[in-house]
């Protein structure tokens, strides 16, 4: 089968590669029909995921459909159409009981599709656990307005979550691309007072603007000011920080009001400082790590009711055999590009 690979830092090669079977009596095989470029997989070929094995598989947002299960699999059966989690979770260890799948205690657990062990921008892909990691697709839903649920949509669902978003608070997101957007979503589900969202380059900005007319739109260098102008106690009750760059953790805090929370989703390139000595003063709340996928099943439902579509995200399509030709695009943001769709069929 076609499948994208981790050669070296800097160097995935499409190639034939094996085809996936099962390994444990909980593992799934799933025929990938559609699948995504994430910012983690340029995070891989950039050499800034250290426990990234060269040789695997990349990619960890897809939808496909259930082609073998193994024994111990009950929730899912062979021809069931299904998201993928990004995180590999057994639903047994005191982590997974406590809500926290990214921190499963299991060698396979956390971030493994498309890191650890084969992912999939492939034909086919294994998945572990599979009971916890694939969800069915409601028949109403087609494969485009599913296939961010088991990551970036996972990501800005449980951002908003754990950043105890409220309808009293005015809430910064700092970046617009697809997991800021994807944020951006699920923070409107909770109605909250405003939405200022901070993004630096001019055509996310107007997506934001175009499709989303009641948030406010601000750059980096207007984003203290702005943020002041438009809260109620010197800045934003609830900063999100997806964006990454240099100097969005500093922005982040800076644009807080006392006693905040400020929650960072943002995977750095670089080790960020926590000025303590300037932000002392300010009690500010700091929640970070992965995206915690455990809420799949209720993001699927409300795309079913059409409370989320993250449809207008996907704003190129390629057959995987064009993947590389997909991924120039995604790396060097050409085009007015905001995420990839590749397909293993046609386009539905």
């Given amino acids: 089968m076609l499948a994208y690979v981790y050669k070296r830092k800097g160097v ?93 205690e299991s060698p396979n657990g956390g971030w493994a599709l498309g890191c650890r062990i084969d992912g999939g921008q492939a034909e086919k892909v294994r998945v572990p656990f599979a009971d916890q990691g694939l969800n069915r697709i409601p028949d109403n839903v087609s494969d485009e307005q599913a296939l961010f649920v088991g990551d970036i949509l996972a990501t800005g669902y449980w951002a908003a979550r754990i950043s105890e978003v409220s309808e009293r608070d005015t809430v910064l997101i700092i970046g617009a691309g697809p997991t800021g957007i994807c944020t951006l979503l699920c923070t409107m589900l909770k109605q909250p007072r405003r939405i200022i969202v901070c993004e630096k380059e001019e055509q996310r900005r107007r997506f934001v603007r175009e499709h989303y007319p009641e948030v406010l739109v601000t750059e980096p260098e207007k984003c203290q000011t702005f943020v002041t102008a438009n809260s109620e106690h ?23 009001r006392p006693n905040a929370i400020c929650t960072i989703v943002a995977l750095y390139d670089k080790a960020q400082t926590l000025p303590l000595p300037d932000m002392y003063g300010k009690n500010l709340t700091f929640k970070t790590g992965g995206v915690d996928g455990c ?35 995604f790396e060097t943001k050409e085009d007015g590009v905001i995420k990839v769709a590749l397909y293993n069929n046609q386009p539905h």
């Fill in 234 to 256: 010197g800045g934003a009750d609830r900063v999100i920080e997806v964006a990454g760059g240099e100097d969005t953790f500093r922005l982040a805090w800076q644009c807080a």
């Fill in 12 to 104: 995935f090669e499409l190639q034939e590669k094996a085809e996936p079977v099962i390994m444990e009596p909980r593992d799934a095989i799933v025929r990938v029909t559609l699948g995504s470029i994430c910012t983690s997989d340029l995070h891989i070929k950039h050499g800034s995921v250290p426990r990234a094995v060269q040789g695997i598989t990349v990619g960890h947002e897809m939808v496909g459909v259930v082609e073998e299960v193994g024994s111990e699999v009950h929730n899912v059966r062979r021809g069931d159409r299904v998201t993928v989690n990004v995180e590999t979770f057994c639903g047994e260890c005191f982590y997974c009981k406590q809500g926290y799948v990214n921190n499963c």
């Fill in 295 to 329: 809420d799949c099943e209720e993001i699927l439902r409300l795309i079913e009711q059409g409370k989320i579509d993250t449809t207008p995200l996907i704003t190129h399509r390629f057959p995987l055999s064009r993947i590389e030709e997909a991924y120039r695009l």
